[in-house]
């Protein structure tokens, strides 16, 4: 059973879909939760958000987020937007770390905030500042809150 577990968060890690489920978890149309014009606007809307500790964290990805950088995490629909790439930037290890999921460009414009996961290639999304569960829906959205997902989006299940 492990195995298999291990085999299924390899392939969502690669971004292969595999499941009809799959595909709709990663159709669901996301919300922009925060949008900021600059880094300095952003880490001071965010700066609530992280534990002190963490916030040096924040600050570097945002840097690498607003210098362009950041790293593919897949192309999702964005109300009212349409199909957008979404990166995403990590600074920090394991509990200390933060991570931004944002789409792709000018202004910023965040999806969900992380961190680290205890499972590999995995990260656990913010309470506040994920995705919100889809209304009267058993389904769960990519980067939803309160879940760990893969770079991806995707959620992981035992």
């Not at 964005?78 to 460009?105: D, P, W």
């Not at 913010?126 to 569960?133: A, C, K, S, V």
Request: neutral net charge; glycine residues 10%.
């Amino acid at each position: 059973m492990k195995e298999a577990a291990a085999k299924r968060l390899e392939n969502e890690g690669n971004g292969r879909v595999d499941t009809e489920a799959d595909k709709r978890v990663l159709s669901m149309p996301l919300e922009i939760k925060r949008e900021y014009r600059t880094h300095k606007e952003a880490l001071a809307g965010l700066e609530d958000a992280v534990p002190q500790g963490r916030r040096a964290n924040l600050s570097q990805a945002l840097n690498d987020a607003f210098s362009g950088g950041g790293k593919p995490s897949g192309q999702h629909t964005i109300t009212n937007v349409g199909k957008v790439n979404v990166r995403h930037a990590s600074a920090g290890n394991g509990q200390k770390s933060v991570t931004l999921f944002f789409v792709e460009g000018e202004p910023f414009r965040l999806l969900a905030l992380g961190e680290h996961s205890s499972r590999k290639d995995c990260y656990d999304i913010d309470d506040d500042l994920g995705q919100d569960r889809p209304a009267d829906s058993d389904e769960v959205r990519a980067f939803q809150r309160k879940k760990t997902v893969n770079v991806n989006g995707k959620w992981w299940q035992d």
